[in-house]
């Protein structure tokens, strides 16, 4: 069968209930299966789903009416081919009548031939590894946009009898700040612009000096509290000195549970981030977020759900013209480290006085 598309004798039976989808990782991927997953149980309420994710994950998809969040664990109980028969055993109790993988890696390759001793259609989403092949080649590139992550998702559903239509409405609602958390992050009572300078990889992380002077004059302008997002020790390090140093700045990181975070994010005016999962998580909430790309770009389809366009900042083609050079940014010739250093600070002020005075938020 070929990657991505069902043979007639694999379409659920009418009236199916039980629906699989599997997503394990990464951070950024899993958030961007909300707005599909909204879509989904507001167009077919009679679906239960089961959501097949790593258990640090399961605070983004327990939000969504009618999920109940499968947690595998992936490097404990259901290691290995023995792990994963036994994870088949414990979600055959689940009355699965159909399975969506939006992951299609070799763990749920392996679910899917379990799952068809069941008869149990199993459709894995379609990577376009080809595609993604020939826009970040060196040679022979075609600089062309690939059908976006959200649409892929939505696809897979499609072609299991659940066809969905997205619009900007599907996503998470607000959630409301407890007075505790705000008294322990010393919030005021105003509004919050949230950054994100860090990425899991060099190439698609604005260079640490300039994004400093992005925080400095948007901390001199007084108009918002900025809370910092990040992880590990030395990225709360950095923050915590921007947080000393500047009156209007928070380090979040370390202070609260990944809920919490959450809760936080979905509070935000606006959320300047990389090309990286504290994207969407702020778009899957309807925030209004601002990406800066480096050797990466959104011609790969990992864009911020229901974000314009405008919203990219990207590095300069022009001077750079082999960008995209990678998918995640872990791969580019020599010099292109250097390709974000086209982006100016100035730029990117711009754009967040653009954005927040914008005529209306986003749903």
Known sequence: MTEGILDKDSVPPLGARGLLVIRLSAMGDVAMTVPVLIALTQTYPHLK??????????????????????????????K???????????????EIDAVADLHNVLRSTILKQFFRFQGVPFLQMDKDRKGKKVLT??????????????????DVFG?????????NAHVLPKRKLALALKKKLGLHDTQYIGI????????????INLMKKVVTQL???????????????AERQQLESWEQ?????????????????????SNLSLMLAMDSGNAHLAAMYGVQTITLWGVTHPYAGFSPFGQPESNALLADRDKYPLIPTSVYGNKFPEGYD????????????RKIKEVLLSEKPMP
């Open 80 to 94: 290995g081919i023995l792990g994963l028969w036994k994870l088949y055993e414990e979600l055959k109790a689940k």
């Open 159 to 167: 072609a299991l009898g659940f066809p969905v239509v997205l619009d």
């Open 219 to 233: 901390n001199a302008l007084g108009t918002h509290q900025l809370l910092l997002f990040g992880g590990g020790a």
């Open 245 to 265: 140093e500047l009156a209007y700045c928070v380090s979040v990181v370390g202070k609260m549970n990944f809920a919490d975070e959450l809760g936080l994010i």
């Open 338 to 349: 250097h390709a974000m250093e086209t982006i100016a600070p100035e730029q990117v002020i």
């Open 137 to 154: 080649a060196a040679k022979n590139k075609k600089f062309k946009p690939l059908k976006p992550m959200h649409l892929r998702y939505a």
């Open 49 to 78: 789903i089961t959501a097949l994710t790593k258990a640090f994950f399961e605070p983004i998809l327990s939000q969504i009416p009618n999920v109940t969040v499968y947690k595998a664990e992936v490097e404990a109980r259901h």
């Open 196 to 207: 994100a300078p860090f990425a899991a990889f060099d190439g698609k992380m604005y260079p």
